[in-house]
């Protein structure tokens, strides 16, 4: 079949090896990797391969108050693009329960209280548990992650998110054969909250996701960004990241993860079914109702004159997830 090279990286799945279609990423990953060393032995850290740069102060202290995550960077999830900066990243944020204004968040979500925070994992499980957010920072070890980020309304960022596969939980609370789909719940305490009293979306914010795409190992259970704990208005104590979906699908200041039969009820389905589907899978190839969905606005780069980027199906992410979706319509399954 006649497809050109770049396609085929972006839509095929296990059918390509993975050694043909890599080496750009693998290249410039141990660039990375190279330089966070170089970063590390001069500042006489000791120049392990794969420690993180935050670690070794290539994000230095981006908030002097914030608790330090010490984290390896994982060289195989790095996106070789630039990092938005820490000012982009936690200024201009989606977070309704803080207000609908992309400053809002950063504004009123001092609020939070992130700490003591617990997760009850529950459903269809043979250990459920309620687990303390002290467990679960320990429970496997923290990843640095650099992942690209698109949200449904045209704008994307990159951001080295702090965690781990969400599948190392998964395999803890071991899901029985029931378990089909897993659903986050998110907090809605109006006292912490003040855009809870609007009743824009049905609170506590929902999303789900299937198995599959559960366990996935780009799916992360994120609890730190730019080297340090989560700010509130990025979705702290923890949240998740799935950056092959567009941002809404990754619920933020999580309270129960539930593992349930059915596909789960989502905040964003049940307020506009026709905009926002239950995969909501990044695809240039399928517009919003309202807009275009073929290109994007890199948050940090957004000049007058800068050209749009064209987004990328899958997000870039297609020869680690794609092969979830074959046989489906994803015009029907938006
Ligand atoms: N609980 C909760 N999680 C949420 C949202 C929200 O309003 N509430 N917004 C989503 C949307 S639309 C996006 S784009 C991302 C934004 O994440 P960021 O602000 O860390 O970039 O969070 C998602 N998670
Ligand atoms: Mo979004």
Same mark, same amino acid.
């Given at each position: 079949?006649?497809?050109?090279?770049?396609?085929?990286?972006?839509?095929?799945?296990?059918?390509?090896?993975?050694?043909? %279609?890599?080496?750009?990423?693998?290249?410039?990953?141990?660039?990375?990797?190279?330089?966070?060393?170089?970063?590390?032995?001069?500042?006489?850290?000791?120049?392990?391969?794969?420690?993180?740069?935050?670690?070794?102060?290539?994000?230095?202290?981006?908030?002097?108050?914030?608790?330090?995550?010490?984290?390896?960077?994982?060289?195989?999830?790095?996106?070789?693009?630039?990092?938005?900066?820490?000012?982009?990243?936690?200024?201009?944020?989606?977070?309704?329960?803080?207000?609908?204004?992309?400053?809002?968040?950063?504004?009123?979500?001092?609020?939070?209280?992130?700490?003591?925070?617990?997760?009850?994992?529950?459903?269809?499980?043979?250990?459920?548990?309620?687990?303390?957010?002290?467990?679960?920072?320990?429970?496997?070890?923290?990843?640095?992650?650099?992942?690209?980020?698109?949200?449904?309304?045209?704008?994307?960022?990159?951001?080295?998110?702090?965690?781990?596969?969400?599948?190392?939980?998964?395999?803890?609370?071991?899901?029985?054969?029931?378990?089909?789909?897993?659903?986050?719940?998110?907090?809605?305490?109006?006292?912490?909250?003040?855009?809870?009293?609007?009743?824009?979306?049905?609170?506590?914010?929902?999303?789900?996701?299937?198995?599959?795409?559960?366990?996935?190992?780009?799916?992360?259970?994120?609890?730190?960004?730019?080297?340090?704990?989560?700010?509130?208005?990025?979705?702290?104590?923890?949240?998740?990241?799935?950056?092959?979906?567009?941002?809404?699908?990754?619920?933020?200041? %999580?309270?129960? %993860?539930?593992?349930?039969?059915?596909?789960?009820?989502?905040?964003?389905?049940?307020?506009?079914?026709?905009?926002?589907?239950?995969?909501?899978?990044?695809?240039?190839?399928?517009?919003?109702?309202?807009?275009?969905?073929?290109?994007?606005?890199?948050?940090?780069?957004?000049?007058?004159?800068?050209?749009?980027?064209?987004?990328?199906?899958?997000?870039?992410?297609?020869?680690?997830?794609?092969?979830?979706?074959?046989?489906?319509?994803?015009?029907?399954?938006?």
């Amino acid at each position: 079949m006649l497809i050109k090279r770049e396609q085929r990286i972006i839509l095929a799945g296990d059918d390509i090896a993975a050694s043909e %279609i890599t080496p750009r990423a693998v290249f410039e990953n141990r660039r990375r990797v190279l330089q966070a060393a170089g970063a590390a032995s001069l500042a006489a850290a000791g120049g392990v391969l794969g420690m993180s740069r935050a670690a070794f102060g290539a994000y230095a202290s981006p908030n002097p108050k914030a608790q330090k995550l010490a984290a390896a960077t994982n060289a195989k999830f790095v996106v070789p693009e630039k990092v938005t900066p820490y000012q982009d990243v936690t200024t201009y944020n989606n977070f309704y329960e803080f207000g609908t204004g992309k400053s809002d968040p950063s504004e009123n979500a001092g609020t939070l209280r992130p700490h003591p925070w617990r997760v009850s994992v529950e459903g269809e499980v043979k250990n459920p548990k309620v687990y303390d957010i002290d467990e679960l920072l320990k429970l496997a070890p923290l990843e640095e992650r650099v992942y690209r980020h698109r949200c449904v309304e045209g704008w994307s960022m990159v951001i080295p998110w702090v965690g781990y596969p969400l599948a190392e939980l998964i395999k803890r609370v071991q899901p029985t054969s029931n378990a089909k789909f897993v659903q986050f719940i998110t907090l809605a305490d109006p006292s912490q909250m003040p855009g809870i009293a609007d009743p824009i979306l049905n609170w506590p914010y929902s999303e789900g996701l299937r198995m599959d795409e559960a366990v996935n190992p780009l799916t992360l259970l994120t609890m730190g960004v730019y080297g340090q704990v989560l700010p509130n208005q990025n979705g702290a104590p923890i949240r998740v990241v799935l950056p092959w979906k567009y941002g809404f699908k990754s619920a933020k200041s %999580i309270v129960k %993860i539930r593992f349930v039969d059915k596909q789960p009820p989502t905040s964003w389905n049940a307020y506009a079914p026709n905009e926002y589907g239950f995969y909501s899978n990044v695809n240039p190839t399928v517009d919003h109702p309202r807009w275009s969905q073929a290109t994007e606005r890199r948050i940090g780069e957004d000049g007058f004159f800068q050209p749009k980027r064209k987004t990328l199906m899958f997000n870039g992410y297609g020869n680690l997830v794609a092969s979830m979706y074959q046989g489906m319509d994803l015009r029907k399954y938006f």
